[in-house]
C-alpha cells in the first residue's frame, strides 16, 4: 500500500465528513425523519456525497491515471446508493440515541472501505491491519484500556462500598461518577504510556479545582474523604497498570 492509496481513503473518509456534517443543514435531517423514503432533501444528499466522492476519486486519477471516467462515475453512484439506503434505515429508528448514529456511521466507513479497496484492486491492506492487530503491543494496549473502562469500575466501587451506606444523597447525576472514573482513568492511561507523568499531576489539579467549590459548599466532610479516596484509588490503580504496560512494550 503506497502514499497514494492511503490519501485516497483518507481522501473520501474527510468527504464522507463534510457531506454528513458540513453541508447537510438541518431541515434536510428533519425532513428525512419525517418523510423517510419520500425525502427529496435525502435523495440531495446522496447525490452531494456521490459528487464529493466524484471529485476525490477524479483528484486521485489525475494524479494516477489508472481508471477512466466511467469507473468514477460508477464508484460515486454506488457510494450515493448506499447512503441513501443507510440513511432510510437509519430513518425509521429513534435518533436520540447514540448505538443508532454510531451504527449509521459504522456502516458508511464500511461501504467506503470497500469502495477504497475495489478501487485499488486489492486486499493488502486487510492483510496488513489484521497483522498489525495481532500483534503483542495492539493486544497489550487494547487489554490496558478495556481494564480502565467498566472492569476497573466495579473493582472500586467493590471497595468503596464499606463507605457508600455514610453518605446522604449528593444530589450528582446518575452514573456520572462512573463515566468521570472512566474518562479519567483513560487520560492517565494514555498520559503514563506517553510518558507524560508530569500532565497527570495537572490533570489531578484541575479536578481538584473544579471539585473543591462543590465540596466546600457541601461542607460535608465525608463526602470529600469519600470522593478523594476513590479519586486516589482510581489513578493510582491506572498508574501502576500504565507503568506495567509500558515495560511490558519495551
Given at each position: 500500500?503506497?502514499?497514494?492509496?492511503?490519501?485516497?481513503?483518507?481522501?473520501?473518509?474527510?468527504?464522507?465528513?463534510?457531506?454528513?456534517?458540513?453541508?447537510?443543514?438541518?431541515?434536510?435531517?428533519?425532513?428525512?425523519?419525517?418523510?423517510?423514503?419520500?425525502?427529496?432533501?435525502?435523495?440531495?444528499?446522496?447525490?452531494?456525497?456521490?459528487?464529493?466522492?466524484?471529485?476525490?476519486?477524479?483528484?486521485?486519477?489525475?494524479?494516477?491515471p489508472t481508471r477512466g471516467p466511467f469507473a468514477i462515475l460508477l464508484a460515486s453512484l454506488a457510494?450515493?446508493?448506499?447512503?441513501?439506503?443507510?440513511?432510510?434505515?437509519?430513518?425509521?429508528?429513534?435518533?436520540?440515541?447514540?448505538?443508532?448514529?454510531?451504527?449509521?456511521?459504522?456502516?458508511?466507513l464500511l461501504v467506503i472501505v470497500t469502495l477504497w479497496l475495489s478501487w485499488i484492486a486489492s486486499g493488502q491492506p486487510l492483510v496488513v491491519a489484521t497483522v498489525w492487530l495481532m500483534t503483542p503491543q495492539i493486544l497489550g494496549l487494547a487489554t490496558a484500556?478495556?481494564?480502565?473502562?467498566?472492569?476497573?469500575?466495579?473493582?472500586?466501587?467493590?471497595?468503596?462500598?464499606?463507605?457508600n451506606h455514610q453518605l446522604e444523597d449528593t444530589g450528582t447525576l446518575a452514573d456520572a461518577g462512573a463515566r468521570i472514573g472512566m474518562l479519567e482513568r483513560f487520560l492517565v492511561l494514555t498520559l503514563v504510556l506517553l510518558d507524560q507523568l508530569i500532565a497527570v499531576g495537572f490533570l489531578l489539579a484541575a479536578k481538584s479545582v473544579l471539585r473543591f467549590g462543590d465540596l466546600r459548599e457541601a461542607q460535608d466532610r465525608k463526602l470529600t474523604e469519600y470522593v478523594l479516596l476513590g479519586?486516589?484509588?482510581?489513578?493510582?490503580?491506572t498508574l501502576i497498570l500504565g507503568m506495567c504496560v509500558r515495560q511490558l512494550l519495551e
Open positions: 500500500m503506497n502514499a497514494a492509496d492511503l490519501s485516497l481513503l483518507f481522501g473520501l473518509v474527510l468527504a464522507h465528513l463534510v457531506g454528513d456534517f458540513v453541508l447537510q443543514p438541518g431541515g434536510w435531517v428533519e425532513e428525512r425523519y419525517r418523510l423517510k423514503q419520500r425525502s427529496r432533501k435525502l435523495a440531495q444528499h446522496a447525490l452531494v456525497h456521490g459528487l464529493l466522492a466524484a471529485g476525490v476519486l477524479m483528484i486521485a486519477v489525475l494524479n494516477a457510494l450515493a446508493a448506499s447512503h441513501w439506503l443507510i440513511d432510510v434505515a437509519k430513518a425509521h429508528v429513534n435518533p436520540q440515541q447514540l448505538r443508532w448514529f454510531l451504527l449509521d456511521q459504522a456502516l458508511h484500556y478495556l481494564l480502565v473502562t467498566r472492569p476497573m469500575s466495579i473493582a472500586i466501587a467493590l471497595v468503596m462500598r464499606r463507605w479519586t486516589l484509588l482510581s489513578v493510582s490503580a
